[in-house]
């Protein structure tokens, strides 16, 4: 199990605007998905009300100390359920790896968790909460959107790679280029 940082930053280091992810790349949206499926994702309160639903396949850790972020957990959970019916069980498939949330208030709370995961553990954001746990993060993997946002409000601290050092890297469809780091 590692702790990985995974973020995608434009030339200036900014990752949001308004609350949001300032551009759209299907190809950095699916990248993401097959880095993280199957893995847990620990993110900050703004980035889980940022999502639509809870993120597929994979154990959505909130950062929250809301309990209005408890409720909305629930409900996806619920939302995720099988509906009663009056037919009779079908035969299940064999059992998968599925996602769920929880909503944990500190960061002690995801630390203890991390050695009773059997994946690994992805920091998504928001600005925060790579700041946080910034001091565990054993990888980084970087993607550079090849654009300046104007009036971006949310940046990566300038100095989040020092002592990283590069080990590969690939380039995806639009020009966008991902670097995997690792601690020096």
């Not at 991390?114 to 992805?122: G, V």
């Given at each position: 199990?590692?702790?990985?940082?995974?973020?995608?930053?434009?030339?200036?280091?900014?990752?949001?605007?308004?609350?949001?992810?300032?551009?759209?790349?299907?190809?950095?949206?699916?990248?993401?998905?097959?880095?993280?499926?199957?893995?847990?994702?620990?993110?900050?309160?703004?980035?889980?009300?940022?999502?639509?639903?809870?993120?597929?396949?994979?154990?959505?850790?909130?950062?929250?100390?809301?309990?209005?972020?408890?409720?909305?957990?629930?409900?996806?959970?619920?939302?995720?359920?099988?509906?009663?019916?009056?037919?009779?069980?079908?035969?299940?498939?064999?059992?998968?790896?599925?996602?769920?949330?929880?909503?944990?208030?500190?960061?002690?709370?995801?630390?203890?968790?991390?050695?009773?995961?059997?994946?690994?553990?992805?920091?998504?954001?928001?600005?925060?909460?790579?700041?946080?746990?910034?001091?565990?993060?054993?990888?980084?993997?970087?993607?550079?959107?090849?654009?300046?946002?104007?009036?971006?409000?949310t940046f990566m601290?300038?100095?989040?790679?020092?002592?990283?050092?590069?080990?590969?890297?690939?380039?995806?469809?639009?020009?966008?280029?991902?670097?995997?780091y690792e601690r020096?």
């Amino acid at each position: 199990m590692s702790i990985i940082g995974i973020v995608a930053v434009d030339r200036n280091g900014a990752i949001g605007k308004g609350g949001s992810i300032p551009w759209h790349y299907s190809a950095d949206m699916k990248f993401f998905r097959e880095q993280t499926t199957g893995h847990a994702c620990v993110m900050g309160r703004r980035t889980w009300e940022s999502l639509k639903r809870p993120l597929k396949d994979r154990l959505n850790v909130v950062l929250s100390r809301s309990a209005g972020v408890e409720a909305r957990a629930e409900e996806s959970e619920a939302e995720q359920l099988p509906q009663q019916s009056q037919q009779p069980p079908q035969p299940q498939s064999p059992p998968q790896q599925q996602g769920g949330v929880i909503v944990l208030p500190d960061k002690r709370s995801v630390l203890a968790l991390a050695p009773y995961l059997s994946c690994h553990l992805y920091v998504i954001g928001g600005d925060q909460i790579y700041r946080m746990f910034r001091p565990e993060i054993e990888q980084w993997i970087v993607t550079d959107i090849p654009l300046a946002v104007e009036g971006a409000d949310t940046f990566m601290p300038t100095d989040f790679l020092q002592n990283f050092r590069p080990q590969r890297s690939l380039t995806l469809a639009d020009e966008l280029k991902v670097t995997f780091y690792e601690r020096a």
